[in-house]
């Protein structure tokens, strides 16, 4: 098996939409909540991808099994007024980690984090943020992110 790391295009949208829906769907049941039933994130997603890719405040990361994707990444940039631990004001917001469950525990997640946490030094991010799932909290510990009550962040 050979994974190959790309960034996310277009042409990827509607297979990264279906991924982005099971994965928020697998998150929700593995907490033993109820998938809300009158929910359809097609078009919210497919508006967001399009509008923040264009504007260059999202980038992801996909990794590619052959022409199956099997892993994705995700990183939205904001910024607030500086302050002292991060004096850009450029924040990043990790979302969208999902590995395929075929393919968990084979360093896909940690390669993927490692190109989206690089966009965002690149961009100025003096932090990242996430709200972890259950299922990825022990990805971003190992990888240096600390809790910061509800939030998980990197500092660089």
Not at 32 to 41: A, F, H, Q, R, Y
Not at 62 to 71: E, Q, S, W
Not at 81 to 106: E, Q, V
Request: proline share 3%; glycine share 8%; aromatic share 12%.
């Amino acid at each position: 098996m050979d994974i190959v790391y790309k960034k996310l295009t277009e042409n990827e949208l509607d297979q990264i939409i279906k991924m982005r829906i099971n994965q928020l769907t697998e998150e929700y049941t593995s907490e033993g909540k109820t998938v809300p039933e009158n929910v359809d994130l097609k078009k919210s997603l497919m508006d967001f991808y399009t509008k923040n890719m264009a504007a260059g405040t999202y980038v992801s990361w996909l990794a590619f099994d052959g022409d199956k994707i099997v892993g994705t990444s995700g990183m939205s940039f904001a910024e607030k007024p500086p302050y002292f631990t991060c004096p850009t004001g450029r924040l990043g917001i990790l979302s969208s980690m999902y590995t395929d469950p075929d393919y968990r525990r084979m360093g896909i997640a940690t390669q993927l984090l490692d190109r989206v946490v690089k966009e965002a030094k690149d961009y100025g991010c003096g932090t990242i943020y996430i709200t972890a799932s259950n299922m990825g909290v022990e990805l971003y510990e190992s990888y240096g992110f600390k809790h910061n009550g509800n939030f998980m962040q990197y500092n660089f």
